[in-house]
């Protein structure tokens, strides 16, 4: 088996739901070590989020948790307690990297802040991600992905001009959070390496968000003073068409920046007679003036054909038209199959299911699931007894008193 990436890497994660456990995720699949640390009573809050098979409840069976924990040792920990948190430190003293999503304050109060962590072992990089970060006026506050939408204002890029804002979907800025957790904390490890200091990398979610704010939006502001407003389903500042509109059976991305480009869609449409009409010559003018009475010309050759017909027409003719899957079509995706996108795992409570892939691939070191994700307490004797040192009477004595 082809050595990982990140083999050698030493991880301790303390993470719940998202945003953690997907930088420790893609950390693993890496090739690092990475030991989950979750609550003794219940785990990762995410073991209680579907979806599950057959629609029933288990917390070895959620799909969330199970895609989100693959290649990773499962140990159960109370650091709460004094003698969790000793042995949270044991792991520590010889760890690379501390991984966490808790509140700032609440890992000072138990200890667990990089001041303290930095006297125990000073080459350790620590890395919380929280909503919105660990200093300013509002580090202090709690904040779910609807939050941190909201607080960076692509919330008000998102829907039609004339309704309320909307939210990303899919708890996307948890998603960017870890994306962005990996690449901190991989930059750390990497100054670490040559300096001999580990440091803090403090991720929060509303500043990623803020960062990937729609390319104009900050040069606008900044240079004209302009506050941008919701587009619905086209945008605004881009030369007609740049929009998706409903085609037979879906709906159609229609993008062309280049002249040539929509050119060539005319002439596959047949140069319909008011393609000619000196109105709708200048795309600009379309875009500012005229983009719903053009979306409403194109709509009768969109609803004769089919998102796999206009797309392939496009293929053909090199015009960047592209249809807009649903969840089953991108499974099914025979570009994603010839590329490996999608694996499937055994996992011995759940069994064989399918989980997306990475987001990204190497040539000489693929990313690779090494394990399903763990069951709860999986690896308490071989994390606690084979590498700590401590006995199965120890662990049940600790289990007894509620410490693992």
Not at 180 to 200: H, K, M
Not at 245 to 255: E, R, S, V, W, Y
Not at 276 to 299: C, F, G, M, Q, T
Request: glycine share 8%; charged share 25%; net charge negative.
């Amino acid at each position: 088996m082809a050595r990982g990436l990140l083999d050698g890497l030493k991880v301790v994660e303390y993470g719940n739901m998202i945003s953690a456990p997907y930088a420790g995720k893609l950390m693993a699949d890496m090739g690092a070590e990475v030991i989950k640390v979750e609550d003794p009573g219940g785990g990762d809050a995410s073991r209680q989020h579907g979806p599950f098979p057959q629609d029933i409840p288990h917390h070895e069976k959620s799909g969330l948790f199970l895609n989100l924990n693959t290649s990773k040792l499962g140990i159960t920990l109370n650091v709460r307690v004094r003698t969790g948190r000793e042995i949270l430190e044991r792991l520590l003293k010889d760890a690379d990297i501390f991984l966490h999503n808790h509140p700032a304050r609440q890992m000072k109060a138990l200890g667990l802040d990089y001041a303290s962590l930095k006297e125990l072992n000073p080459r350790l990089v620590v890395a919380g991600v929280s909503a919105f970060g660990a200093t300013g006026p509002y580090k202090d506050y709690k904040g779910q992905a609807i939050n941190c939408c909201a607080f960076s204002g692509v919330s008000d890029e998102m829907g039609d001009p004339d309704r309320e804002p909307l939210n990303l979907p899919l708890s996307i800025s948890d998603y960017q959070a870890a994306m962005a957790a990996t690449s901190g904390i991989l930059l750390a490890v990497f100054y670490r390496d040559r300096s001999g200091e580990g440091q803090f990398v403090d991720i929060a979610e509303a500043d990623v968000m803020a960062t990937i704010q729609r390319e104009g939006v900050w040069p606008a502001y900044f240079s004209l003073g302009k506050v941008h407003k919701r587009d619905g389903h086209r945008r605004s500042g881009h030369l007609y068409p740049h929009t998706i509109l409903p085609c037979k059976d879906g709906h159609m991305c229609l993008i062309a920046v280049e002249g040539r480009q929509y050119k060539r869609f005319i002439e596959i449409m047949g140069n319909p007679e008011w393609s000619n009409n000196p109105k709708y010559r200048d795309r600009w003018k379309i875009s500012e003036e005229y983009a719903d009475e053009v979306d409403a010309l194109l709509a009768p050759w969109l609803m004769a054909h089919t998102k796999q017909e206009i797309f392939q027409i496009c293929l053909e003719n090199r015009i960047p038209f592209a249809p807009v899957r649903t969840i089953d079509e991108v499974v099914n995706d025979p570009h994603l199959k010839a590329r490996h996108f999608f694996a499937e795992i055994d996992h011995p409570e759940a069994g064989m299911l399918k989980y997306p892939g990475m987001p990204y691939q190497f040539s000489s070191t693929p990313m690779q699931v090494s394990r399903p994700a763990p069951m709860l307490g999986e690896h308490n004797e071989l994390v606690f007894c084979d590498r700590l040192g401590y006995s199965k009477q120890d662990l049940a004595v600790m289990r007894q008193e509620g410490v693992i």
